[in-house]
């Protein structure tokens, strides 16, 4: 069972930066590929990026693409998207999720943890 945590969320201006973490429980996190995703009210979770478990892969949705990092420390078993000029459209509700390898779907989530980008 892997737990995660995300924090690092809050209130920015459009235009400012937050850094989001996700701390994960297991040891063995580098046998874990993850994602980041995000729900704005009334919406669908909808996915935001992805990091393959050696952090040598990366993938975004167009949406955030050129704005957005991931990338992940699997000596801190934690995992961060970096999001830098931010649109009130990008506020939500982000989630972070985890799956092993050779899964399809993610298997563990967080909490979310809340951004909200005012205009």
């Known amino acids: 069972q892997v737990q995660l945590v995300e924090s690092g969320g809050g209130l920015v201006q459009a235009g400012g930066s937050l850094r989001l973490s996700c701390a994960a429980s297991t040891r063995t996190f580098n046998n874990y590929y993850v994602g980041w995703f995000r729900q704005a009210p009334g919406k669908e979770r909808a996915f935001v990026a992805h990091i393959s478990s050696r952090g040598g892969s990366t993938n975004y949705a167009d949406s955030v693409k050129g704005r957005f990092t991931i990338s992940r420390d699997n000596a801190k078993n934690t995992a961060y998207l970096q999001m830098n000029s931010l649109k009130p459209e990008d506020t939500a509700v982000y989630y972070c999720?985890?799956?092993?390898?050779?899964?399809?779907?993610?298997?563990?989530w967080g909490q979310g943890t809340q951004v909200t980008v005012s205009s």
């Open positions: 999720a985890a799956r092993s390898i050779g899964k399809t779907k993610y298997g563990y």
